[in-house]
Nanobody, 122 residues
Framework: QALLVESGGGLVQAGGSLRLSCVAS????????MGWFRQAPGKEREFVAAVSWSGNSIYYGDSVKGRFTISRDKPQNTVYLQMNSLKPEDTAVYYCAAAKSLSPSYVQYTYWGQGTQVTVSS
């Protein structure tokens, strides 16, 4: 099993940028696809971005295309989410997760981090 820990959340103004990090522990990290999801109060969990185990395939949710970038550093067991041009609607708890294969569906992800809060002010 993998243990995932997110960090980098905080309060930013609309139009600003923020970078989230997810550090994975365990030898299985490099063989798993990694994804980012978010959940706002009273809302369903939403797919944000995902990267395959090889790093060669990447998916983005429609609401973040052109603004967010996902990447992974296998030697450091870390996945990043660079968020630019942030909007108030991006306010949510952001979670990183791991799956056997690349997918935008949260039900395919077996391992989850504790989440980090991102708040974007108007």
């Amino acid at each position: 099993q993998a243990l995932l820990v997110e960090s980098g959340g905080g309060l930013v103004q609309a139009g600003g940028s923020l970078r989230l990090s997810c550090v994975a522990s365990g030898p299985t990290f490099s063989s798993l696809a990694m994804g980012w999801f978010r959940q706002a109060p009273g809302k369903e969990r939403e797919f944000v971005a995902a990267v395959s185990w090889s790093g060669n395939s990447i998916y983005y949710g429609d609401s973040v295309k052109g603004r967010f970038t996902i990447s992974r550093d296998k030697p450091q067991n870390t996945v990043y989410l660079q968020m630019n041009s942030l909007k108030p609607e991006d306010t949510a708890v952001y979670y990183c997760a791991a799956a056997k294969s690349l997918s935008p569906s949260y039900v395919q992800y077996t391992y989850w981090g504790q989440g980090t809060q991102v708040t974007v002010s108007s």
